[in-house]
Structure formats: structure tokens, C-alpha cells
């Protein structure tokens, strides 16, 4: 985790470094920039860091966090992490409602699929999934937007909470409303990979050897399904599920934009278009600690699902020290 962390924080430091975006035109403005002296320009790009090289910059940066220090934010103007843990409040229960419900929605949708091969069923589900697949996730956001909260206001147009309501006043009905169509549009997107995955699976188990067994015993279809399809298809459904919390992060950019609503993936965008490097580093850095940790749960299920998988790690390791 500390090699990766260390990759990504350099690779997305030096891609900020090489951006074409100006920090002063960004955030003071062209023609905000042409009446000030040259003494407040020196001030500014000394707080952006324009006349610093850009490895002198890096050290600085990454021996702060080290200590723990990720910096202040040059838009907000508070400290990196505080800035993170209230906008990653904000998007934690969304893209969580999102994963789980792209994770419940994918199995049920491949296991009918794989079950029906060749039936409408599973000529429908497929068709979804490829035209889902296919489809960006912002452009999706924006027809949930014109249909559920413009054509049919339904839902609200954006936002976490109500305008204009204080934030004590807000209730917990009120974010859980705001947050439907942002995390209906990443779930929706997510389903079609676990989908098609579970689909291939449970075709590849139905059609096995001891399946045939069992349907001679008079077994019927849905218990075979139960019994022997599901326990099966575990280990790559949690495969993909917890793979996909990096597809959830990175569509959530783009939808909290379109939706305008305050959390990780608009600061981020805030933060790119605005050369705050602080900020946009720190959230590479949670976003690539929060998908490692991801692909790690993943691994130590594994273990708890199979614990064949168990033993055989414990006969390599053996085998190994014999050698």
C-alpha cells in the first residue's frame, strides 16, 4: 500500500505540475490580474506556488504527509483533511447505497439471465447491460435529471439539502431524497459488469457435471440454484463488487457535478480547475487508499467463503519451506 500510495502521489503531482491550467487566471482573472502591481502578483504567485520547481514542491508536499500534514487548502482555506472528511460525508452514503445497490441488482440480474439462457429474460437483461455499459455515466445523470426531477418533478433538481434551509433544520428524509438520483445513476451504471460476470458464471456452473447429477436426482431448477450456483458465483461477484468501488469513484465526479452536489468528486473538480494542489492530491491519495482497502476486503473474504483457498496457501507455504 505504501509503494502504491507513493506511485500515485507522485504520478497525479507531476500531472498537476504539467497542467496547462494557470493558477492566477483560474482564480483572480484576467482582467482582475491586469490592474494589480507587480508586488501583489509576486504575493499570489508565491501563495500558489508558480515561481516553486515543481520537485522542490513534491519534497515539501510529501514530507508533510508523512508527518500527517496534507497541507492547507488554497480555495477553501482550511486544512486539507477537514475539507475531505466533510465532503467525504457527504459521498460516503451515496456511493454506499450505490454499491450495494449495483452489487444486489448485478447478481439477481445475471443469475435470472444465466437461469434463462436464451429466453427473453435473459435477451432483456443482456440488452440493458450492453446499452448501460455503453452509456456515460454524466449522460445518464442528466436524463434522470430531465425525467425525474424537470418533466416529472418527483425528486429534487440538485444539491445535498434543501436551499435555503439551515443546516440544523435539515432532516434526515431531506438528504435521503437529495441523494436518489445521484446514487440510482452510479448503482445503475455499476450493475451491468457484475451482471454479465454472475451470467457467464452461472451458465458456466449449470452446465457442469454434477448439476447433471443433481437435476437426476429431481432437483428442480431454483434449487439447484440455491444450492450449488450461488455458492459458486461467490468468489467473482466479491471480486467484482469490491472492484468496482473505483468505477463508483470515478463516476461519482461527474454525477455530483451534474447534480451539484457537494461532496468528493465536485471538490475534486473544483480543486482541478482551480490549481489547488494541495486539495486534489489529498483526495487521490483517500480515493487510492479507499480502493486498495477495498481490493484487500475482498481478499480476506476470500478465505471466509473458501476456506479451501486456506489451505492450499498453507501447503504452498510448506512446500516452499521444504524446498
Same mark, same amino acid.
Not at 304 to 310: G, H
Given at each position: $500500500?505504501?509503494?502504491?500510495?507513493?506511485?500515485?502521489?507522485?504520478?497525479?503531482?507531476?500531472? /498537476?505540475?504539467?497542467?496547462?491550467? =494557470?493558477?492566477?487566471?483560474?482564480?483572480?482573472?484576467?482582467?482582475?490580474?491586469?490592474? $494589480?502591481?507587480?508586488?501583489?502578483?509576486?504575493?499570489?504567485?508565491?501563495?500558489?506556488?508558480?515561481?516553486?520547481?515543481?520537485?522542490?514542491?513534491?519534497?515539501?508536499?510529501?514530507?508533510?504527509?508523512?508527518?500527517?500534514?496534507?497541507?492547507?487548502?488554497?480555495?477553501?482555506?482550511?486544512?486539507?483533511?477537514?475539507?475531505?472528511?466533510?465532503?467525504?460525508?457527504?459521498?460516503?452514503?451515496?456511493?454506499?447505497?450505490?454499491?450495494?445497490? #449495483?452489487?444486489?441488482?448485478?447478481?439477481?440480474?445475471?443469475?435470472?439471465?444465466?437461469?434463462?439462457?436464451?429466453?427473453?429474460?435473459?435477451?432483456?437483461?443482456? +440488452?440493458?447491460?450492453?446499452? /448501460?455499459?455503453?452509456?456515460?455515466?454524466?449522460?445518464?445523470?442528466?436524463?434522470? &435529471?430531465?425525467?425525474? +426531477?424537470?418533466?416529472?418533478?418527483?425528486?429534487? /433538481?440538485?444539491?445535498?439539502?434543501?436551499?435555503?434551509?439551515?443546516? #440544523?433544520?435539515?432532516?434526515?428524509?431531506?438528504?435521503?431524497?437529495?441523494?436518489?438520483?445521484?446514487?440510482?445513476?452510479?448503482?445503475? !451504471?455499476?450493475?451491468?459488469?457484475?451482471? $454479465?460476470?454472475?451470467? #457467464?458464471?452461472?451458465?458456466?456452473?449449470?452446465?457442469? =457435471?454434477?448439476?447433471?447429477?443433481?437435476? +437426476?436426482? @429431481?432437483?428442480?431448477?431454483?434449487?439447484?440454484?440455491?444450492?450449488?450456483?450461488?455458492?459458486?458465483?461467490?468468489?467473482?461477484?466479491?471480486?467484482?463488487?469490491?472492484?468496482?468501488?473505483?468505477?463508483?469513484? %470515478? @463516476?461519482?465526479?461527474?454525477?455530483?457535478?451534474?447534480?451539484?452536489?457537494?461532496?468528493?468528486?465536485?471538490?475534486? /473538480?473544483?480543486?482541478?480547475?482551480?490549481?489547488?494542489?494541495?486539495?486534489?492530491?489529498?483526495? !487521490?491519495?483517500?480515493?487510492? +487508499?479507499?480502493?486498495?482497502?477495498?481490493?484487500?476486503?475482498? =481478499?480476506?473474504?476470500?478465505?471466509?467463503?473458501?476456506?479451501?483457498?486456506?489451505?492450499?496457501?498453507?501447503?504452498?507455504?510448506?512446500? %516452499?519451506? !521444504? &524446498?
Amino acid at each position: $500500500m505504501a509503494i502504491l500510495l507513493l506511485a500515485v502521489s507522485a504520478a497525479a503531482f507531476f500531472l /498537476i505540475s504539467i497542467s496547462p491550467v =494557470d493558477p492566477l487566471k483560474s482564480n483572480v482573472g484576467q482582467a482582475a490580474l491586469g490592474s $494589480m502591481s507587480e508586488e501583489q502578483i509576486e504575493r499570489l504567485k508565491e501563495y500558489w506556488g508558480v515561481t516553486v520547481p515543481a520537485g522542490e514542491r513534491f519534497i515539501r508536499w510529501f514530507s508533510g504527509i508523512c508527518r500527517g500534514d496534507f497541507g492547507i487548502s488554497l480555495l477553501y482555506r482550511r486544512p486539507v483533511l477537514d475539507v475531505i472528511g466533510e465532503k467525504f460525508a457527504n459521498s460516503a452514503w451515496l456511493m454506499i447505497s450505490a454499491w450495494i445497490f #449495483s452489487g444486489i441488482g448485478g447478481v439477481a440480474l445475471g443469475v435470472l439471465a444465466g437461469v434463462k439462457r436464451g429466453k427473453w429474460q435473459d435477451k432483456a437483461v443482456t +440488452a440493458y447491460c450492453m446499452v /448501460i455499459a455503453g452509456t456515460p455515466a454524466f449522460w445518464l445523470a442528466l436524463v434522470l &435529471l430531465l425525467v425525474f +426531477a424537470i418533466r416529472f418533478p418527483i425528486f429534487p /433538481i440538485g444539491f445535498s439539502v434543501p436551499v435555503g434551509v439551515a443546516a #440544523s433544520e435539515v432532516t434526515f428524509g431531506d438528504r435521503l431524497i437529495h441523494a436518489v438520483l445521484p446514487a440510482l445513476t452510479l448503482g445503475l !451504471t455499476g450493475v451491468s459488469n457484475i451482471a $454479465m460476470h454472475t451470467r #457467464s458464471k452461472m451458465i458456466e456452473v449449470l452446465e457442469s =457435471d454434477y448439476v447433471f447429477y443433481a437435476r +437426476a436426482r @429431481g432437483e428442480t431448477q431454483w434449487q439447484i440454484v440455491g444450492r450449488y450456483g450461488l455458492k459458486n458465483i461467490l468468489l467473482p461477484v466479491i471480486t467484482l463488487q469490491f472492484a468496482s468501488i473505483s468505477e463508483i469513484f %470515478g @463516476g461519482s465526479v461527474l454525477v455530483e457535478q451534474v447534480f451539484s452536489y457537494p461532496g468528493l468528486g465536485q471538490a475534486a /473538480i473544483t480543486a482541478g480547475l482551480g490549481s489547488d494542489v494541495p486539495l486534489l492530491l489529498g483526495i !487521490t491519495l483517500i480515493s487510492a +487508499a479507499v480502493v486498495f482497502l477495498g481490493n484487500f476486503t475482498a =481478499d480476506l473474504l476470500y478465505y471466509t467463503v473458501d476456506p479451501r483457498l486456506k489451505r492450499d496457501r498453507k501447503k504452498m507455504v510448506r512446500k %516452499g519451506e !521444504t &524446498l
